[in-house]
Each structure stands twice: as structure tokens, then as C-alpha cells.
């Protein structure tokens, strides 16, 4: 049964904690993600309206303040992502939502959220660029953004949903990695997925993972003994007279610019995260054992890539696919394993060439690598692919 | 009433001292009027979130005032305030911000803070310039001053924040200087209990960049750092005084010295008693001041406004100064409370 989308129920019983109900439902793209977001505990969001992100703002404006949490409009990008950062401080599961030029503005303060280990969840539903570009076009121009863009040596998490029950479901878990690892967790969505309605299940429970608060104001925010070098997590307001600085800092988050120490801490934030890599890399296979051409994608290229391998499987070619959930940190390990029989691989994806590189990388020249680039706003046609893969074979 | 000591402040409020700012800099001062004013409000410690951008006004709280801190980007304390105050509106959340911070990099934010009337005090100081970089134009620098980034005199105007915030929507407005320490205390505190957003401008001394900046020389008697004290004292008035009528300043046309006795022969031909020095003067360098003894010498003193004239350009007492004082004091629906107000309802229960 599809319940209508609007019929809400009153979650855990709880007065006021209205919530989508488990189940079937129909959805927007955008609103599955701001879904996800309420499900797995979100009670901040700020934003700036900006196409195709708007609707997450739109959902997150009506649902957050009745489920007790906090919802403001800022008057930038910049102020956004800083406000979400200051709740984060105060306790918040915090999120914002934004399309390629607000992105871009938001850089110096993703920065700072790595610096700080500030857990936050931030949505790109890229569009296409450079610039204003096509405002209302879906892309996937950003990939390198969402891992480069921000100063500094860091290790980002970037999730791309290729549907709106993935929408739900990286949302959720963006939050979750991010509270666990105190790092920020970028949500790579498009416009195509963000606009399109599809029918998702809400589970019947979301898993929550919540930060780790030290048990004494004696902590060190900014550093432990913990094997996941995730520091625990203080929250302002509670006597712990904390420091928190974008500057250099010992373990008690006092500035401190001498070379070891910032060299410490620049090595523990990023080895926190390549630690954690197999908890944060999916990569989803599918017909890759018995293939000798593999289609790699993600997000909404990987929809038509999908199309693409059936019918290329209907006409006798043995095609695998590898479908990348997580893109950073870039799954070079499962690309390799998954590939060691293959002999071509085709990256499809909506830009001039960017996940192909590192796939090239990670399988060091060893096998042909071909890109199917798109850009302009079209998503590729199932059958622009299959030519593709057609192509390979000759 | 016990007699509080420094040390009682010091040990009570302050961390990691020696603080890092240069001999003579104002923000110790700022500092030291914040913590007397959080003392003497008793507001607790724990519940103070100190929010700073970027630049030597940044380093007041961080790491020195001992609450919860957060040093953050150039220009978005407010931003990061605006999060932490709406998520958890028990705080007493304070900004820190410098004239660069926050009326450059930062303007946006604060006339939108301002705008929501959101309970977040933030303290301002304005030292002309961007001192932590090394002496850069900002938008508070004096029209004609030259710095490193305006080597031929500054061609814009500048921000009269107060008149700003107030247009905005402030709901606390005063401006003081690092010379008018214990007034400061009382609009910190003011702004501190005002439930809105709060706005407090402190002109402040930077012997560094200022001494360039303000083309000073230095004097025999005082520091640089008490001569701009002195400096500020002299070129700003506190708007709910009544005017002082007994003295005027000529801004000379050549040399001080020979100036200043071309007027002392006039004042002592005409039989005035004056005492006349020379002070410096935010926007007009160092110029020359005439008091006079008593009101019939200052009566006889203007009619001679005439004979001055060909030495330069006659100030009255507040001519060409900057304006002291609370500029606003209301109170206005705060913005976290209203937001609070929308979920309650939301959520069906009563306030
Ligand atoms: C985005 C960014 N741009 C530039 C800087 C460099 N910067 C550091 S301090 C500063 C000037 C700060 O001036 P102000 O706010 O007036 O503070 P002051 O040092 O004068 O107290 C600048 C421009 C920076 N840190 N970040
Ligand atoms: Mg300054």
C-alpha cells in the first residue's frame, strides 16, 4: 500500500514528534533527503534559497519546529554554513542544503569544520556549471569541488544517492558518519535526482548514531587515545570552558602554531577518517563476476548506465557494473579487486571527466579506461551508453 | 561592598596570561571592562559563549576570557553566534569583532543580526584600520588618511556604525572609547542585559598601526598609547553633556608653532585671558586649542573669529567630533524567543 505522502504519524509515541510514517511512500527527491534528516535526529538547519536545493529548505522550514528543532533562513551561504556550525557547538545535528554557487561560498567555513571536527551534513544537489550555468539542470561538475574545494589537507566523506529512497537512506547516513567521526559529511545530490518523485520505504527504524561527549569537563577536545582518533565531543554551555579555534591548537584547543603540533593534528584528522574508510565506502556491484567490461557511475549517471548494461547484457556483451555510493575517500581498493579479470571499463558521468582520473588511478593503466562525459543538463540516454559499451568491443 | 582585587578578576575570568597583544594595546582595557561588567551583573560563566572572527580584536576572548569560546572565521562570528544562540537561547552569547571583521568582511551579517534583533551583544572595536595585517584601509578609516593600501589618501567615506545599527534595527547602540573606560563598562553591561540584539562601538588605540595611520608625533610627556587616549578624549563629545562653551580649536593653514603665536598676540592684544596648547585631533593632525578663563574672555575670544581666519579654520567645541554615548535603548520582540514560540504552537503546547 502507498500511503499518501502527507499522512504523518506521531513517532515513538512522543508528543509532537511527527515524522513520516514507516512504509511506502511517494516522494521528491529533496524531501526524502529533509526526511532522512528529520528520521535520523537533525534539529538545526540554515540555509539560502538557491535552485534545485530549495524544497530540502522548503521541508525543513514546515517540519523542524514541530519537532522542537530550528529552522532559519540566513542571508548567505556563508552565514549558513557558520550558523550550523555554531549549533553544532551548542549540540545540534546540523544541516544545510545549497546547489554549486552556494557551495563555493561555503568553502572557508568547511575548512574550519575539519579543523575543528565539527560535525555537520551538508547537501550540494549539484546543478549544471561553471558559474550560474544552467540553474535548473542537474551536473556532476562538483566532485572535485566537494573533495578539493575547501583549504587546507583534510579527508572529506562525499555520499551520491542515485534515487530517492538513497536520498533517505545517505542522509541518514551522513549524519551518522559525521556525529561518529566529527567531520563534515557532504551529501552529493543533482537536480535530477533532487526533482524526481519515486516511491521510497521509510524503515521501520533509523539507526542514530549520536556524538561521544567526554564524561568530565578534564577532556581534550582535540585529541585521545581512542584507536578511532575521533576526540569526544564537548558541548558549549556546560562548564567545559572551551576553546575552539580555526587556528592551530594543542589537544585542549588552545592556539598553538609550533610544527609538531599542528603537524599532529593534521595527521590525526585525516587518518581518522582512512581508518574508518570501509565504514564509510559503498560501492554497490552488480553482474561484475562474470563480466570483461565494467560501466562505472554514480548519482543520477549511474541510472542510465544501469539501463545501459541490461541492454548490453540482452545483446550477449558481458557487462559488470560498478555503482560508487561513496566517492570520497575514492573506493580504489574495491575498484581494483572488483576489476582484476576485466579487460575495459567505461566511467560514465555528467561532466568532462573527473571520476574517471582517479579510476584510471586505482587501476594503475593496467586496463582501458573510457570515459562517457555529458554536460549541458541532459542526463545520458540508456542508449548513448549502450553505444559506449558497443564501442568497446570493436 | 568588598573590594574586589585584580587578581580576583584575573583568576576568576582570565586565562593564559600574559595576554599576546602589543604594550599599550586597547583590548586589554576592553577585556578588563568586560569582565567587571560580567561580574558586577553576576551573570555565570558557564552560560557565556564568546564568539571572535578574525584580527587582534578576535584575541580578547580567545583564549583569554575563560568561557566557552569560539574563534572562527574572518567576519562570521556573528553567523556562528546566530547558530549557537538559536539552538540553545539560555546563552549569554557575546561577539567579538574588530572594524575590519565586522563592518568589512563581516557588514552583512551584522545589519541582518541586527535586523532580527536576536540576543547577541556584540562588542566592536574600532581601531580605524586592519591592525593585525599590518595597517590595511578599512571601512571606518578617516576619509584622506593614508595607509599601506591607500599610499594617496583614503578616497571613501566612512561607516558611521552606530548610525548604521541603528537604521538596522539595533535594539542597544552606544558608542565609547578605550579613554572612556568606566562608561564603556556600563553599555557593556546595558547591552548585556538588553534582550535583543546589542551594539557596542569602542574606538580603541593601536600604538602600532595608529602612529603612522594618524601621522602622530610622538609627544615629550605621554606614550603613544596615552597620547591617542588623549586624542580621543579631545575628538569626541558625549551627546547627553551640555556643550562646553569655553574653548575652540583653529585648525592652522602654516606652521604650528608660528601660528600658535600669531594668535597668542591677537588673544593678548584684545586682552583675552586663554591658555593655549596643542592636542592632536582624529581627521586634523595636531592643531592648536584655546581656552579661555572664564565667559566674558570667551565672548570677547569669537568676536575675533574674523582676525583668526587668515590663520586657519576656527573649530567650535564639537565641531568635527565624534558623537559619544547610547544612541538607542528599546526593547523589541527578541528573535530566538519568537522562534520558540512558533514550535511551542506547533507543537500544541501553551506558553
Ligand atoms: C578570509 C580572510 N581574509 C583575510 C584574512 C586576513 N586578515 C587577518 S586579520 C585581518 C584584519 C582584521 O582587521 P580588524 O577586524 O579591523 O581587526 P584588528 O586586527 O584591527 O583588531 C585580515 C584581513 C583572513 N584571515 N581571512
Ligand atoms: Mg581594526
Redesign the pocket.
Same mark, same amino acid.
Given at each position: 500500500m502507498v500511503r499518501n505522502s502527507l499522512s504523518r504519524i506521531c513517532y515513538n509515541g512522543e508528543e509532537g514528534r511527527e515524522m513520516l510514517a514507516p512504509g511506502k511512500h511517494i516522494l521528491l527527491g529533496n524531501h526524502a533527503c529533509a526526511e532522512g534528516a528529520l528520521h535520523v535526529g537533525c534539529d538545526f538547519f540554515a540555509g539560502y534559497p538557491i535552485t534545485p536545493a530549495s524544497e530540502i529548505s522548503h521541508y525543513m522550514a514546515k517540519w523542524l519546529s514541530k519537532l522542537g528543532g530550528f529552522y532559519i533562513q540566513m542571508e548567505d551561504e556563508i552565514a549558513s554554513i557558520s550558523a550550523i556550525l555554531g549549533a553544532s557547538w551548542a549540540g545540534a545535528k546540523a544541516m544545510t542544503a545549497t546547489s554549486g554557487p552556494g557551495f563555493s561560498l561555503m568553502q572557508?567555513n568547511l575548512s574550519y569544520a575539519y579543523m575543528t571536527e565539527t560535525p555537520c551534513v551538508i547537501v550540494n544537489v549539484q546543478r549544471s556549471g561553471p558559474s550560474t550555468g544552467q540553474a535548473t539542470l542537474p551536473a556532476q561538475q562538483d566532485v572535485y569541488q566537494a573533495r578539493y574545494g575547501a583549504h587546507g589537507d583534510y579527508e572529506a566523506i562525499v555520499l551520491t544517492p542515485w534515487s530517492v529512497q538513497e536520498m533517505f537512506d545517505l542522509t541518514v547516513k551522513a549524519f551518522n558518519l559525521s556525529e561518529k567521526l566529527r567531520n563534515p559529511v557532504i551529501l552529493l545530490a543533482d537536480g535530477a535526482i533532487g526533482h524526481m518523485r519515486e516511491g521510497i520505504i521509510v524503515p521501520e527504524k533509523v539507526k542514530r548514531i549520536g556524538r561521544r561527549c567526554p564524561e568530565s569537563v578534564e577532556c581534550t577536545p582535540f585529541d585521545t587515545d581512542d584507536p578511532s582518533l575521533v576526540p569526544e565531543m564537548p558541548v558549549i554551555g556546560q562548564g567545559y570552558h572551551l576553546l575552539v579555534t580555526g587556528s592551530a591548537h594543542r589537544s585542549s584547543g588552545l592556539r598553538d602554531y609550533t610544527p609538531q603540533q599542528h603537524r599532529d593534528t593534521v595527521e590525526r584528522i585525516c587518518t581518522k577518517i582512512r581508518r574508518a574508510r570501509n565504514e564509510i565506502i559503498e560501492v554497490d556491484q552488480n553482474n561484475i563476476e562474470d563480466a570483461d567490461i565494467a560501466v562505472i557511475s554514480y548519482g543520477v549517471a549511474a541510472r542510465p548506465s544501469f539501463g545501459a548494461m541490461l541492454k548490453a547484457l540482452d545483446n550477449g556483451l558481458k557487462v559488470g557494473m560498478l555503482r560508487l555510493k561513496t566517492i570520497w575517500p575514492f573506493p580504489d581498493r574495491e575498484i581494483r579487486k572488483a576489476t582484476e579479470g576485466i579487460d575495459n571499463i567505461l566511467v560514465v558521468e555528467m561532466n568532462m571527466g573527473k571520476i574517471v582520473r582517479e579510476v584510471e588511478r586505482a587501476v594503475a593503466r593496467r586496463i582501458n579506461v573510457v570515459l562517457a562525459p555529458k554536460v549541458g543538463g541532459e542526463v545520458h540516454t540508456s542508449d548513448e551508453i549502450f553505444q559506449a559499451i558497443r564501442r568497446l568491443k570493436q | 561592598m568588598s573590594i574586589k582585587t585584580t587578581s580576583y578578576y584575573r583568576d576568576r575570568y582570565v586565562r593564559h596570561l600574559p595576554t599576546s597583544f602589543c604594550t599599550g594595546c586597547g583590548n586589554g582595557m576592553i577585556l578588563n571592562s568586560f569582565v567587571r561588567a560580567v561580574d558586577e551583573l553576576g551573570v555565570d560563566l558557564e552560560k557565556i559563549l564568546s564568539v571572535s572572527g %578574525? $584580527?587582534? !580584536?578576535a584575541w580578547i576572548p580567545s583564549p583569554h576570557f575563560n568561557s566557552d569560546t569560539l574563534h572562527v &572565521?574572518?567576519g562570521r562570528a556573528i553567523p556562528f553566534a546566530t547558530g549557537a544562540k538559536i539552538f540553545n537561547n539560555e546563552l549569554t552569547t557575546v561577539v567579538f &569583532? $574588530? +572594524?575590519? +571583521?565586522?563592518a568589512g %568582511?563581516g557588514g552583512n551579517h551584522l545589519i541582518h543580526a541586527a535586523r532580527r534583533n536576536i540576543d547577541i551583544t556584540t562588542i566592536l572595536?574600532n581601531?580605524f !584600520?586592519? *591592525?593585525? &595585517?599590518g595597517g590595511q584601509v *578599512?571601512p571606518t578609516t578617516l576619509l584622506g588618511l593614508k595607509t599601506l593600501t591607500s599610499p594617496y589618501g583614503n578616497l571613501e567615506r566612512p561607516f558611521d556604525l552606530c548610525k548604521l545599527m541603528q537604521a538596522a534595527g539595533a535594539t542597544y547602540v552606544a558608542r565609547w572609547t578605550t579613554y572612556h573606560i568606566r562608561e564603556l563598562r556600563r553599555s557593556i553591561m546595558a547591552a548585556l542585559k538588553n534582550k535583543g540584539f546589542s551594539f557596542v562601538e569602542v574606538l580603541s588605540q593601536?600604538p602600532i598601526q595608529q602612529r603612522r595611520l594618524f601621522n602622530l608625533r610622538p609627544s615629550d610627556q605621554l606614550d603613544m598609547s596615552s597620547q591617542i587616549l588623549e586624542m580621543f578624549k579631545e575628538s569626541t563629545y558625549i551627546r547627553h553633556m551640555p556643550r562646553e562653551e569655553n574653548y575652540f580649536y583653529i585648525v592652522p593653514k602654516g606652521e604650528l608653532s608660528l601660528s600658535r603665536r600669531k594668535v597668542s598676540n591677537i588673544l593678548s592684544e584684545n586682552s583675552v585671558e586663554y591658555k593655549i596648547g596643542e592636542v592632536d585631533r582624529l581627521f586634523f593632525g595636531r592643531i592648536l586649542k584655546v581656552e579661555c578663563r572664564n565667559i566674558e574672555s570667551f565672548k570677547k575670544s569669537l568676536n575675533l573669529v574674523k582676525r583668526f581666519a587668515k590663520i586657519g579654520k576656527v573649530l567650535r567645541s564639537r565641531s568635527g567630533k565624534i558623537g559619544l554615548g547610547v544612541f538607542v535603548s528599546k526593547s523589541s520582540k527578541e528573535f530566538t524567543d519568537s522562534m520558540r514560540e512558533i514550535s511551542a504552537f506547533e507543537k500544541g503546547v501553551e506558553v
Open positions: 572557508e | %578574525i $584580527g587582534c !580584536s &572565521t574572518h &569583532t $574588530g +572594524d575590519g +571583521d565586522g %568582511i572595536v581601531n !584600520s586592519y *591592525a593585525m &595585517t *578599512a593601536c
